[in-house]
């Protein structure tokens, strides 16, 4: 009899083997591919010419003043998003304790008196009172859906800050409702790109936890033991660090039509070659600037409201403090997402020149 041309069907072992091989071999080529396109190799010292790029970036002060000079040539978009942002945050989370904010105060200007045996200088206490509200806020700990509220609002509002700057910056004349309605698309990847940057903090999280364990057990008084806890912190904080100065990038890059988050790492991880130090020092910077300005915008506001409360008392139960505080994190954080974009396009504009 002849026999059947049909093949046979592979069995359940070789459809096993068939998806091992090809799961090793997307990882060579993966390995393959990164390995041409950078020049780094672990535990091997990297020669300058190998990695040496070009970054040409105006200097720290001209491009702040660069991004503040974009915003405030958009003013009306960008306030009307910041107050957009202002009023859902308070619907959705809520603003603030202005008892919390009392609290405070009076607690710090309790342990001023006990620690310097006098008054303490009001700029001392409102001082005080702006790191103390810098590190905890005035909300206290979130509850989960609050967590929730704010993650949602804050992937929102930088989605529609890019989209907004990528369309003003090429002549495009949008409103921000235009924003709201357009720029939710790519949540789902955004979302997946910023749950990357959550574990790569991890290491960094590890840390602080350490530094928690190790102050209270005494370990950091002095010794080899807090000089190794020290040399451990510092490599698993300059890990992150490493790891989401790329990512920064790539939340950008995830909002391009049809990106993959994986398509947006590897791109963003592309670009950081030969300037990641560079562009980490920017994001610093950034970081830095965020600070000294909210220092110089509610220390004012903390030390006029404490001289005023001393004045009259009604003043005390105004939440001016919390309200402030609002309106300076909106603001601060939709100029910080304008630098990071604004940044991202000079190195997108460096790249594009002519060797």
């Keep these: 009899m002849p026999r059947s041309s049909k093949k046979k069907p592979p069995t359940r072992s070789e459809r096993f083997v068939a998806a091992i091989k090809k799961s090793f071999t997307a990882i060579k080529n993966y390995s393959f591919g990164l390995m041409n396109r950078r020049p780094h190799r672990s535990f091997r010292l990297t020669k300058r010419r190998d990695y040496r790029r070009s970054l040409k970036l105006p200097g720290y002060i001209s491009f702040t003043k660069t991004v503040t000079k974009t915003l405030w040539q958009h003013r ?6 910041a107050a957009v942002y202002a009023l859902m945050t308070i ?9 919390t904010y009392s609290t405070l105060i009076a607690t710090i200007q309790d342990a001023g008196t006990e620690v310097f045996q006098g008054n303490m200088s009001e700029l001392g206490t409102a001082a005080l009172a702006f790191f103390s509200i810098g590190a905890s806020g005035l909300i206290g700990t979130p509850t989960e859906a609050q967590q929730l509220y704010i993650l949602v609002l804050g992937l929102f509002v930088w989605l529609t800050t890019v989209w ?7 002549g495009h004349k949008v409103k921000m409702r235009d924003g709201l309605y357009n720029a939710g698309a790519p949540i789902v990847a955004t979302l997946l790109v910023f749950v990357v940057m959550v574990i790569q ?11 928690s364990a190790a102050a209270s057990t005494g370990l950091l008084i002095g010794g080899v033991e807090a000089m190794l806890f020290w040399v451990a912190a510092a490599l698993l904080t300059v890990m992150s660090l490493y790891w989401i100065t790329s990512t920064f990038f790539a939340l950008i890059i995830v909002t391009l039509p049809g990106m993959y988050p994986r398509a947006a790492l590897k791109t963003a991880g592309d670009m950081m070659v030969g300037r990641r130090l560079r562009i980490l020092l920017r994001l610093a910077w950034m970081a830095g600037a965020l600070a000294v300005t909210g220092a110089v915008v509610l220390i004012p506001v903390i030390l006029l409201t404490n001289l005023l409360t001393g004045v009259w008392s009604v003043v005390g139960t105004i939440p001016i403090v919390p309200v402030a505080l609002m309106v300076y994190s909106v603001a601060g954080f939709i100029w910080a997402a304008s630098y990071i974009y604004l940044l991202y396009r000079k190195v997108i504009d460096d790249d594009a020149k002519p060797a």
């Design 76 to 81: 009306r978009i960008f306030i009307w998003l």
């Design 91 to 99: 619907i959705l989370v809520g603003i603030g304790s202005q008892e």
């Design 164 to 170: 907004l700057l990528r369309n003003v910056l090429a």
């Design 201 to 211: 903090l991890i290491p960094l999280g590890i840390a602080i936890v350490g530094y």
